[in-house]
C-alpha cells in the first residue's frame, strides 16, 4: 500500500497503480481483426472473378489518365512515410516519445512478420492463397511497409486524433491505388496486409502494454470536493466483483462514502462472456452487451434511484460524476453490513429468510429485476436488517421472464444455504404459491450466475428438490415449460463436426466415378447386401425385446427401429437410437426409469460383445495364414492406445468425475434390470441373438458389397474392419457417425489389402445401404409411430 496526498491535505490510502496495462479492448480488437482477415481471405477465394474484372477496370482507368496517375502516385508514396514521421515528431515535442517507441517496435515487428509470412506462403502448398495474394504475378504476397506502417499507425493510436487519422489513411488509401494500378498489389493482398498490420499492432499494444490512464484516489477525492463532500480520508478496499475500484471515504462530520469508480478500459472485461450469454439464451435483457462509460454510468444511477423509490432496503446513491475523460464515479452512503455469504448457514433463520423475500418483493412489484441474487449482494447490517446492493447490474421495467429469473435464482443460492424445503417455504410464505410455479420451469443451471452454477456442481439434487417441494405446494399448477437456451455448445460442435465431416465424405466421393459404380456393381451380392441391411433392424428390434421384460410387439418395434434410422440424419449415431428407444418404452407404459435402464442395459451388453467379437476376429484373423490381413500389431498397437487413454481419463479427477457421473446416470439401474432379464430363459436367448445378429448383419452386408465390386477379403478381416470402424462412429459427434465412419471403414479395408477406388466404392454402397436408404422408411415408419401415439 501507498499513501498520495490530495488537494486539502487528504490521504489516499491506495496500492501503486501500475505504470502500464495490458487492457482487454486491445486483446479483443486482435481477435476481431483474425476474424475479419479470415472472413476476407474466404469471400475473396470465393470471389476470384469478380476481384479479377475489377483489376482490370482499374488498370483501364489508370491508362486512360496517366498523368493523374503519376501524380497520385508521386503523392502516395511519399505521404506515406511522411505523415508517420510528422506525427512522431509532435507526439516527441509534446513529451510522448513513449508511444513513439511503441509504434516504432510494431513497426519493426510488422516489417519482419509480412517477410516471413510472404516467404512461408511463397513456400507453402498453399496455392489458391498464393494466386490470389500474388495474382501468380512476381510480387510479394504481403506489401512489407505498408504492412509496418499499418501497425505503426495502430499502435501510436493514430485513430483517436481526427486530423491524424484523416492525412494518414488518405496516404495509405493513395498507395494502395498506385500500386493497384500499377499491378504491384492485388486488392486481397492490399486488404489482408492492412489487416495484418493492424493484428501486429494490437498485438504489441496488448504485449507491452498501454500507459495506465485511470484516475489515482486523488482525483476520486478531488471529484467527490466538486459534489460539495467534505473528504478527510479514502482508502482503497476490495474491487467488486466486476474489478471496479471502490473506495472508503471518510467525511469531515464523521460519516463515510462507499464510493465506485468506473474505469473506461474495464467495460469491455468479460464481454466474450457476455456475448456467448447473449448469443447462446433467450432473454429480455435490455443491457448491450459492450457498454460505454455514460451509458454504464447512468444505468446504475438509474436503477439505484428506482430502488430507492421502490422502498427497498439498499444503499442510498449521493452523488455520480466523471473523473476526466476516463472514469466515472458513484456515490453511496456507508452502511456497516456484512455479506450473506460470510454468514453462517446456523444463523440464516426463517425471519431473515422472510427479510430477504420480502425486499425481493418489493422490486418485483415496481418491475425491478437484480439479477444477481447472490450471498455477495445479500448484505445484513448490525441491526439484523437485509440490505441489496450491487444495483449495476439490474434492469428496470422487467419483463416477466427476468422477474421470475430473479426467483429462480434466490430459490436456488438460499436452497444451497438452508435446503430447498425451507427455501420453498420461506418465499412461499412471501410471494405465493403462483409466484413460484411460474418461476419453477426456470430452474435450470443455464438460468444461474456462474457462482451459483459453480456450487451446484457440488451438491446433489437441490434442483430436483426445489422442483419437488414447489409441486407439493401447487400440484394443480400447469405452467408451459421455458426453453432458455437458442442452442446447446453439443449442438455447436456437431455442426462443426457434420461440415468438416461432409467434406471428408464429398472429398471421398470425388475419387469415385459413381457411374462406374452403378454399373459394375454385382446386383446379386448388392441384393443380399440390402438383405442383410435389414436384418440389422430385425436384430435391434430382438435386441430391445430382450432386455425389456414386459411384452412389445415385434414389427412395431421394428418399426421404431427404422424410426431411429432417420433420427440419426440430426443427432450422433450414439444418442439417437437411444433416445427413440427410451421415448418409445415409456409410450408403451413402461415407466422412465427402468425405460432407460433396459436401454441402457442394452447398450452396455451390446458394448461387452462388440469388444469380445472384436477380440475374436482379431485373434483369428492374425492367426489365419491363408488371409491377407494381419492386425496383431495394429490391435496391440490399438490396444495400447485404448489403455492409455483409459489411463488418462481415470488420472485426471475432472474427467474421471465426469465419465463417473454420465456411466451413474445411464447405468444407475442396469444392473436390477439385468437380473429381470436373467429371471427369463426365453428372454436372455431373444437378447443375446439379437445382439449377435446386428453386428453379423452389419458385417455380411460390408462383406457382400466388397464381394459387389470384385473384392476378396476373409469374413473375420471384413469384421474387424467393420467393428473397428463401427467404434470411432459411435465417438464422432456428428449424425450416424458421418465422416468418421466413412473414412475409418475406407483405410481399413485399404489395410486389408483391397485397392482405394474398390474400398471407396464398397464403403459407399455399404453407407447407402444401411444409412441413406433407411432414411425415407424412417421417416414413414416415424410419422406412423407419432400419429398412432407410439412415439
Known amino acids: 500500500m501507498a499513501e498520495s496526498r490530495a488537494d486539502g491535505g487528504v490521504y489516499v490510502v491506495e496500492p501503486l497503480l501500475p505504470q502500464r496495462l495490458r487492457r482487454p479492448s486491445d486483446l479483443l480488437r486482435f481477435f476481431a481483426t483474425l476474424m475479419v482477415l479470415g472472413a476476407v481471405i474466404l469471400l475473396a477465394l470465393v470471389a476470384k472473378q469478380t476481384l479479377n474484372g475489377l483489376e482490370q477496370d482499374v488498370k483501364v482507368g489508370a491508362e486512360m489518365v496517366p498523368l493523374l496517375s503519376r501524380v497520385a502516385a508521386f503523392i502516395g508514396s511519399a505521404a506515406v512515410l511522411i505523415v508517420p514521421a510528422a506525427f512522431a515528431v509532435e507526439r516527441v515535442f509534446h513529451r510522448d516519445g513513449l508511444r513513439v517507441a511503441e509504434g516504432l517496435i510494431a513497426a519493426i515487428i510488422g516489417m519482419a512478420g509480412s517477410f516471413l509470412l510472404g516467404q512461408w506462403i511463397e513456400a507453402s502448398s498453399l496455392t489458391d492463397l498464393r494466386i490470389l495474394l500474388t495474382g501468380d504475378r512476381e510480387i510479394e504476397p504481403l506489401n512489407t511497409l505498408l504492412t509496418s506502417v499499418i501497425a505503426y499507425t495502430t499502435a501510436v493510436r493514430i485513430a483517436r486524433r481526427p486530423t491524424w487519422r484523416m492525412l494518414m489513411w488518405t496516404s495509405i488509401a493513395l498507395y494502395i491505388l498506385t500500386y493497384f494500378s500499377g499491378r504491384q498489389i492485388t486488392l486481397p493482398s492490399a486488404i489482408v496486409t492492412v489487416l495484418v498490420g493492424m493484428a501486429i499492432g494490437y498485438a504489441t499494444l496488448y504485449g507491452v502494454g498501454s500507459p495506465n490512464t485511470r484516475p489515482p484516489g486523488s482525483a476520486v477525492v478531488a471529484a467527490l470536493r466538486k459534489l460539495s463532500f467534505s473528504p478527510v480520508s479514502a482508502r482503497r478496499i476490495e474491487d467488486d466483483h466486476q474489478g471496479s475500484r471502490r473506495y472508503a471515504i471518510g467525511l469531515v462530520d464523521g460519516t463515510s462514502l462507499d464510493v465506485t469508480v468506473l474505469d473506461r478500459d474495464r467495460q469491455v472485461a468479460g464481454l466474450p462472456y457476455r456475448l456467448w450469454r447473449r448469443i447462446r439464451l433467450h432473454s429480455e435483457t435490455r443491457r448491450r452487451a459492450i457498454r460505454s462509460l455514460r451509458a454504464e454510468l447512468e444505468r446504475e444511477a438509474l436503477m439505484a434511484y428506482a430502488a430507492q423509490a421502490a422502498g427497498a432496503s439498499t444503499p442510498r446513491l449521493l452523488g455520480t460524476s466523471e473523473i476526466g475523460t476516463e472514469a466515472a464515479l458513484l456515490a453511496y452512503e456507508h452502511i456497516e453490513t456484512r455479506p450473506l455469504d460470510e454468514v453462517p448457514d446456523a444463523e440464516i433463520d426463517d425471519a431473515l429468510l422472510a427479510q430477504i423475500w420480502e425486499q425481493v418483493e418489493l422490486l418485483q412489484i415496481q418491475r425491478l429485476a437484480h439479477r444477481r441474487l447472490t450471498g455477495d449482494s445479500i448484505h445484513i447490517d448490525r441491526a439484523g436488517r437485509v440490505v441489496l446492493t450491487d444495483a449495476r447490474s439490474g434492469e428496470i421495467a422487467a419483463g416477466d421472464l427476468l422477474l421470475r429469473l430473479d426467483i429462480a435464482q ?132 430382438l435386441m430391445l425385446r430382450g432386455f425389456v421384460p414386459e411384452r412389445l410387439p415385434l414389427w412395431r418395434t421394428v418399426l421404431v427401429q427404422f424410426a431411429s434410422s432417420f433420427v440419426k440424419l440430426v443427432a450422433p449415431a450414439a444418442v439417437g437410437g437411444v433416445a427413440i428407444n427410451t421415448r418409445y418404452l415409456q409410450k408403451r407404459g413402461i415407466s422412465p426409469a427402468l425405460a432407460v435402464a433396459s436401454v441402457g442395459a442394452s447398450q452396455l451388453i451390446m458394448l461387452v460383445f462388440h469388444i469380445a467379437l472384436l477380440l475374436l476376429f482379431a485373434y483369428i484373423t492374425g492367426s489365419a495364414a491363408a488371409t491377407s490381413f494381419t492386425p496383431s500389431r495394429g490391435l496391440v498397437v490399438a490396444m495400447l492406445a485404448i489403455a492409455l487413454l483409459v489411463a488418462v481419463v481415470l488420472g485426471v479427477p475432472p474427467l474421471r468425475r465426469i465419465v463417473t457421473v454420465r456411466m451413474r446416470t445411464l447405468f444407475s439401474n442396469v444392473l436390477p434390470r439385468l437380473l429381470d432379464v436373467l429371471q427369463s430363459p426365453a428372454k436372455m436367448i431373444e437378447a443375446s441373438v439379437g445382439t449377435l445378429m446386428i453386428t453379423i448383419a452389419f458385417v455380411a452386408c460390408l462383406d457382400a458389397c466388397v464381394a459387389a465390386f470384385g473384392g476378396q477379403l476373409s469374413f473375420t478381416a471384413v469384421a474387424v474392419v467393420y467393428l473397428t470402424a463401427n467404434a470411432i462412429g459411435s465417438a464422432a459427434p456428428t449424425p450416424g457417425g458421418l465422416g468418421a465412419v466413412e473414412y475409418a471403414l475406407t483405410l481399413g479395408l485399404v489395410a486389408a489389402g483391397l485397392e482405394w477406388d474398390l474400398a471407396a466404392s464398397a464403403v459407399l454402397l455399404f453407407r447407402l445401404l444401411t444409412f441413406w436408404l433407411p432414411v425415407l422408411p424412417g421417416w414413414a415408419a416415424f410419422t406412423y409411430l407419432q400419429r398412432h401415439e407410439a412415439l
Open 410 to 541: 434466490l430459490l436456488t443460492y438460499l436452497a444451497l444455504r438452508v435446503g430447498p424445503e425451507r427455501s420453498v417455504r420461506a418465499a412461499a410464505a412471501v410471494m405465493g404459491p403462483d409466484a413460484l410455479a411460474a418461476a419453477m420451469p426456470l430452474l435450470q443451471r443455464i438460468a444461474l450466475t456462474r457462482e451459483t452454477r459453480a456450487a451446484l456442481s457440488k451438491a446433489k439434487n437441490v434442483l430436483t428438490g426445489l422442483r419437488d417441494h414447489i409441486v407439493a405446494l401447487k400440484p394443480q399448477g400447469k405452467v408451459e415449460e421455458v426453453r432458455l437456451e437458442r442452442f446447446r455448445p453439443r449442438t455447436l460442435i456437431t455442426i462443426i463436426a457434420s461440415t468438416v465431416a461432409a467434406y471428408v465424405v464429398l472429398s471421398q466421393l470425388s475419387k469415385v466415378d459413381l457411374y462406374k459404380v452403378a454399373t459394375t456393381a454385382n446386383w446379386a451380392w448388392s441384393g443380399l447386401a440390402l438383405i442383410a441391411s435389414f436384418c440389422s433392424f430385425v436384430a435391434a428390434a
